[in-house]
């Protein structure tokens, strides 16, 4: 499996949003993620890291 967890970046804070997601798309601000149980999240911001070792994605807030 190759899934990774999400994680919202606040003042150098990383708070974790959604885990296990297979799915990511863009539409201008809002990111729209879809994990592998069907939870879905959209949130407002822009990606700043993903890193596939570690399973994370790094998103700040807009």
Known sequence: ???AHVY????ET??????S???????GDDIHLVNIFGEQKTIRG?????NNR????II???
């Open 14 to 19: 990383e708070e974790k949003i959604l885990e």
């Open 54 to 57: 570690e399973g994370k994605i």
């Open 46 to 50: 822009k990606l700043t890291r993903y």
């Open 8 to 11: 919202l970046l606040r003042d």
């Open 21 to 27: 997601v297979d799915l990511m798309e863009m539409d």
């Open 1 to 3: 499996m190759c899934e």
């Open 60 to 62: 700040e807030p807009v």
